[in-house]
């Protein structure tokens, strides 16, 4: 294979957490693999709600970080909740100060947003539903005047290489068409900050690129990954035949939208107290039940906002005019979608992996920040305390030097992904491993697993999102009771106690899924 060798940090992925490390890291040198130009393709530029973080005085740290430890249904890890939550504000007027427009009251305040499971109105904001693509609009500007960052637009990582358990490189191709010959790119540290696996659905609200390739690559070459089983399904992405679901933000919940049916019946408010400002988990599941049901969930806004969700959520009424639907008149339908993986590369506080010489941040990490449900708007808060995290960790690690830049080019080669195997692996995603899961459902899946990935091994691209798809599923088969995001309809108790974590590693996860393929032969 061919080699590069380079005095640059790599960092996979050009989201929210690699562009805030990379520019913590300056003047270090860095590279970024980024399957497409800044800004576009990653799930950061997608977030609508915001930052959750106890910016007005009324707030605090701590009980954000108790909002965040009963959100996550006993599986949050406390020291990450306090450290992350206590770092917030410091990342606000980080942020403010490298330009992002956060909306602001007529005194100066920041514009709080309410959204589900949260004791205040604590989700800083930027016009309304913009948050994500104006922080990295921000953060861009910064990067692209940043000389010590290298952005390798068009790439994406494919695998690591290990030496005597510590990462010594990572493998790219060409992300058109996701197929090159791999190219071997050895720097002196890697961070992955590369994004979840909501695309592993064929029901989702991730961007397409978004297919758990990165939490893949990083279980393939034998890191310890936790929480798999815990993917987080938003109730509200917009039921319109679209793949990837556009999301109508839990904020429209926050200003008083309500979801009814096609009787008319506001089922929330027989669920939970908090209603539609239930936690996540429950309202997805409400959503399911009547989509299930044949009742065509709907969220309505019209009482509340009228014809000013064109005006102050603009993401949303966009969504609505490319499908016909003026929300003014008409409720949205909405149905439940894979939007964040809870679970990932299991980190330590520094935000280092298992394997040595390697940083995760961001959806791809599994912090321990956000248990079972991650509380709304937790995702951009952890991806900025951690890859900051992560950058300082790295900066004390490696010796400050300077670098020439990359000259990369791409010899044809390589297999990629099947179509048709990629929306068959999504397929039995969201039909056996999704909203509501039992074992049958779970080791069908397993199985079908197996099968594509025997069918389509020369694609490395695809066996790195068949490895979380299946670490995904076997972790649901393990974990035998119901717990926030994670619903066995054959094990509906949560088990008393605290809660547990899981870990495991792939080779674990292949061996349950060997056996379950033999048991059936
Ligand atoms: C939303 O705006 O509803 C999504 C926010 C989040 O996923 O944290």
Known sequence: MKTIQTDRVVIVGAGLGGLYAALRLAPRPVVMISPESLGEGASSAWAQGGVAAAMSNADSAQSHAADTVNAGDGTVDRDVATLVTQEARSHILHLTALGTPFDRTETGDYVMSREAAHSFARVVRVKGDQAGAEIMAALIERVRATPSIQVLDGTMALELE?????????????????????????????????????????????????????????????????????????????????????????????????????????????????????????????????????????????????????????AVADACARNAIDPAITPIPVAAAAHYHMGGIATDIDGRASLGHLWVCGEASSTGLHGANRLASNGLLEALVYARICADDIAKCIPKTSASAIDISFDSGGTPPDPNAVAELRQTMTDHVGVVRDANGLTSALRKLAALEAAHKSSVSFLNMTATATLIAVSALNRQESRGAHSRADFPDTFPGAGRRSLITLKEALAIRSKICEEAS
Do not use: W
């Open 162 to 314: 290990v030496s005597d358990g510590r990462v010594t490189g990572v493998a790219v191709q060409s992300a058109d068409a996701l197929c090159s010959a791999p190219v071997m790119l050895r720097g002196s540290a890697v961070l992955l900050a590369g994004g979840g696996s909501g695309g592993l659905y064929a029901l989702t609200t991730n961007p397409p690129r978004i297919r758990g390739q990165v939490i893949g690559l990083a279980a393939r070459a034998g890191a310890l990954i936790a929480d798999a089983e815990f993917v987080q399904f938003h109730p509200t992405a917009m039921d319109v035949g679209e793949d990837p679901a556009p999301l109508a933000t839990e904020a429209l919940r926050g200003e008083g939208a309500i979801l009814t049916n096609d009787r008319g019946e506001r089922f929330m408010q027989a669920l939970h107290p908090d209603a539609e400002l239930a936690p996540r988990d429950i309202v997805a599941r409400a959503i399911f039940a009547q989509t299930q049901a044949g009742r065509h969930p709907v969220l309505d806004t019209r009482d509340v906002l009228g014809q000013a969700i064109k005006t102050q959520y603009p």
